[in-house]
């Protein structure tokens, strides 16, 4: 039996694509064949005519799956509550040819998040790439703006990209290595 992963799916409608690696955004074509090759965080990559192709979450419905479900909030959730939470989505941001999140990748290096006058909160990110030249970094980076901003009371996220310091495979966590053989 075939993991659904692997199942082919047809286009329902144009969906907005991001070819990978170089991060440009294009539309597949109603019509177009292909399979998931990951599916993490709500997002998916996907193989289509021999490229491969991020699709956000909220274009599941395109290649046939279902959206992401919302987040929720108690109503008396504290600062620490909604920075716990904040921390659960950055962990659902992938790279999109690396099955381990943005976290356990050691690619965020801080999320400071804050009260604004109007009772709502900020998040402020630090965030780094595996490789300066990715072009997925500003991919990665509206990812992170769009998880954290359906955080409920999260309603801005200013994300910096940075590269000092440099990212190596020692900020990534054991299990993060020992998924990827980088022990």
């Not at 109603?30 to 979450?57: C, D, H, K, M, P």
């Not at 274009?59 to 600062?79: F, K, M, S, V, Y």
Request: charged share 25%; hydrophobic share 45%; proline share 7%.
């Amino acid at each position: 039996m075939r993991h659904r992963d692997q199942e082919p799916f047809v286009v329902t409608r144009e969906v907005k694509a991001v070819l990978v690696p170089a991060g440009v955004e294009v539309k597949l074509r109603v019509g177009s064949v292909g399979y998931v090759t990951q599916a993490l965080g709500g997002s998916f990559t996907v193989a289509v005519e021999g490229n491969l192709f991020r699709i956000a979450g909220a274009d599941a419905d395109a290649i046939g799956r279902e959206l992401p479900a919302a987040i929720h909030l108690p109503p008396d959730a504290t600062d620490a509550d909604v920075e716990r939470l904040a921390w659960e989505q950055l962990r659902t941001c992938y790279d999109p040819e690396i099955p381990v999140n943005i976290v356990d990748l050691g690619l965020v290096y801080a999320c400071e998040i804050s009260r604004q006058p109007d009772g709502n909160r900020a998040a402020a990110v630090r965030l780094t790439l595996t490789a300066p030249g990715c072009g997925m970094g500003e991919v990665l980076v509206q990812d992170v703006k769009d998880k954290l901003t359906q955080v409920p009371t999260l309603t801005s996220a200013d994300v910096e990209l940075v590269f000092d310091p440099p990212w190596s495979r020692e900020m990534m966590s054991e299990a993060a290595r020992l998924q990827t053989g980088m022990m």
